[in-house]
């Protein structure tokens, strides 16, 4: 149960494959971000368990979810640096393999028509950037990042038809042998998937 409301979102029984990828939809309001928040130890659950390799949850360090798990969300935080910067996050990303990156998610000819290329400087909140923008941004970091769990919520909410496409091309390539959860309301994200689940009235389903 939520705090603060008398919703009671229910899951009764997940077991997820290492490498296996699952999909989840369900209305807003129904328990999505709440399950991810579960699943990433963010909250705890008032009843039953949660396991890893048959392990509780309270018995796994703290660091394996930070170091083993990505949560690539809808809401993008960008920072008052360099495009590239706001990319890398101080990682050593080799140049060519970023900007092959960037034409795979139809972002190169928007950085090469930049002033600065990717020396440009993001803006507050990231101001300069579309939505879209700034999604494919901040999927292009998750990926770097390159955890064994990756958990997308709602990965191509601000995307058109042919831009989405696109990025689940590059997904496909990039999820191979990765764990996933995808939260979506997208129909074209299942194919990434190998089962899916929805959220109905707080409960979750197999479909």
């Known amino acids: 149960q939520y705090p603060g409301t008398e919703k009671q979102i229910h899951i009764p029984s997940l ?3 290492r490498g296996e990828k699952i999909c989840l939809t369900g ?17 705890k659950p008032d009843h039953g368990e949660r396991l890893i390799d048959k392990k509780e949850y309270s018995s796994i360090s703290p660091l394996f979810f930070q170091n083993k798990m990505t949560v690539i969300s809808q809401e993008t935080e960008l920072f008052n640096l360099s495009l590239q910067e706001n990319i890398t996050l101080g ?14 998610l139809d972002l190169l ?20 950037l579309s939505a879209g923008q700034k999604q494919r941004v ?6 770097l990042l ?21 990025v689940i091309d590059f997904l496909k390539e990039c999820l191979k042998n990765k764990t996933v959860i995808i939260v979506s309301h997208r129909e074209a994200l299942r194919e990434l ?14 479909d």
């Open 15 to 17: 077991n997820i494959k």
């Open 146 to 166: 390159d955890r064994e769990i990756i958990l997308l919520d709602e990965p191509t909410s601000h995307l058109d038809e042919k831009t989405e496409r696109n």
């Open 91 to 104: 990682q050593k990303i080799d140049e060519k393999d970023l900007y092959h990156t960037l034409e795979e």
């Open 138 to 143: 901040n999927l292009i970091r998750g990926m």
């Open 27 to 43: 209305k807003s309001g129904e328990g999505k971000t709440t399950f991810l928040n579960l699943f990433t130890n963010v909250l």
């Open 109 to 128: 000819e928007w950085i090469e028509h930049l002033d600065r290329g990717l020396e440009t400087i993001v803006g507050e909140k990231g101001l300069r």
């Open 193 to 206: 998937c190998d089962r899916s689940y929805h959220i109905e009235n707080h409960q979750l389903i197999e």
